[in-house]
């Protein structure tokens, strides 16, 4: 394995061992619905001004991935119009007067297809880049994720995106798991919980980066570039 490593990219909690060959960036749920009031972030009483904050940095680390020519995947929290894919274990929590599914200011609240389902448009996905629509809070659970990423024998795996803590941290998990190794990129992820985004990077990078390593935007592009 060390021979396939090309460069160290600085990070914690300790440099990551990059193989340029074999890395992917993973942008999570970057959509109107987390990031726009009325939609299905603001219906549970969250500020997501946060969220707007880091567009600028994860645009940069986007545009870093494809002028290196390397993957840019991204995915969408999303159900289908008749339901079928969401439990009612997760229907039934959040806001009761706007739950999944309901009609929003944007439209049905994270149904694909909808307009506040959409990823932002300064983040939009180019030709060519996959897009996955994921039931769940995990980019694995349901979707054909893993299967895309081994068919482009892809190793590594560059996060960005929303919730640190939510959708991001439960998608590093489930990649650090099947054997991918996991770089969190800390300016283009947020929470709507700032405590929730340190307590994050915290259990990850514990343990000897146990679910995986933190690093900034800048060394990321640098190390990749
Ligand atoms: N994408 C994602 O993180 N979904 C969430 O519901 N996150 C919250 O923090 N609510």
Known sequence: MPEKHTAEIKAEPFAFPLKRDAIA?????????????????????????????????????????????????????????DLSDLPPAKRNRGNPALKIGDAGPMGRVLIAGEAGTAILSELAPIDGEIVIEKP?????????????????????????????????????????????ECLLAEEATESYFPEFKTAAIAMITAQGAIVGWVGSVDDIIKGIA
């Open 25 to 81: 960036l993973v942008v999570i749920d970057m959509q109107r619905d987390f990031a726009e009031p009325g939609g299905f972030g603001a219906s549970l009483g969250n500020d997501v001004g946060r969220i707007t904050k880091i567009i600028p940095d994860v645009k940069r680390l986007i545009e870093g991935f494809r002028m290196a020519g390397l993957p840019v995947i991204h995915t969408m929290e999303c159900h289908r119009p």
């Open 136 to 180: 769940g809070k995990g980019a694995f659970y349901a979707t054909p994720l893993g299967d895309i990423l081994k068919a482009r024998g892809i190793e590594q795996i560059v996060f960005a995106g929303v919730t640190t803590e939510v959708c991001v941290q439960t998608t590093m998990r489930e990649a650090n798991d099947r054997g991918y």
